[in-house]
């Protein structure tokens, strides 16, 4: 199937700590974001990383670091992880063969921080 | 800042009836517009995209763009239960770095 994948589904964690999201994409895009979507549904741009260069870097935390190993992957680790942390994260992807823009969303990564 | 504005409803609309979802957005020089529906618990999934003034039809939906007076809307023609899910409007402004403003969403209900 092609797609985007992430790893994992769901996560659980304690305040304070350390924790990395990956993201895979099999489309042949070149571009992938992360986004956050919190409890009110918001559906927030986080970073953009094109052929692994970062070109969207928004208002984040600096305890977010995204990585990207190639143009298909994308992952996204969290240092120090906070209460507010808590939300749904989605990759995305786009690039040749869509139209502008369209982009391609992941199933998300549920991360509740306690 | 640059927004983009949904009413977050719910809105009901009967079976087989149609529903209108609308969106307005704050910068005239946006050139690509999107449609996401997002079931909970799910991702959201692109149902439809616009760049150009008019209309644009595929299957029972269609999309409407008024750059003008800047809103677009989505048209779901004979409403089906499975359309229940939000409706998410995204908007692109920075032309060349692909980037979605999203807004918060419709969340629509199709009464069998």
């Known amino acids: 199937d092609t797609a985007v994948s992430q790893t994992p589904k769901y996560l659980v964690t304690q305040m304070g700590n350390d924790k990395s999201i990956k993201c895979e994409q099999n489309l042949g895009h070149d571009t992938m974001y992360w986004y956050k979507q919190d409890s009110k549904k918001f559906l927030k741009i986080m970073f953009s990383y094109n052929n692994k260069e970062l070109i969207i870097n928004e208002t984040v935390p600096n305890r977010f670091s995204p990585k990207s190993p190639d143009k298909a992957h994308l992952n996204l680790h969290i240092n120090s992880l906070e209460l507010g942390d808590s939300a749904v994260y989605f990759c995305?992807?786009?690039?040749?063969?869509?139209?502008?823009?369209?982009?391609?969303f992941g199933p998300g990564t549920r991360l509740t921080v306690t | 800042q640059k927004e983009v504005e949904q009413n977050s409803g719910p809105l009901s609309v009967p079976e087989g009836a149609i529903a209108s979802l609308n969106c307005t957005y704050s910068?005239?020089?946006?050139?690509?517009f999107f449609w996401y529906r997002q079931y909970s618990g799910k991702s959201p999934e692109l149902i439809m995209s616009i760049y150009s003034n008019g209309d644009k039809e595929d299957g029972r939906f269609t999309a409407q763009l008024n750059k003008a007076s800047q809103y677009v809307s989505l048209l779901i023609r004979d409403s089906q239960p499975s359309d229940s899910a939000t409706y998410l409007c995204?908007?692109?402004?920075?032309?060349?770095?692909?980037?979605?403003?999203f807004g918060t969403g419709t969340r629509l209900t199709i009464i069998p």
């Open positions: 995305a992807s786009s690039g040749p063969g869509t139209s502008f823009y369209e982009q391609y």
């Open positions: 995204a908007v692109n402004y920075d032309f060349g770095n692909e980037k979605l403003t």
């Open positions: 910068d005239r020089g946006s050139q690509s």
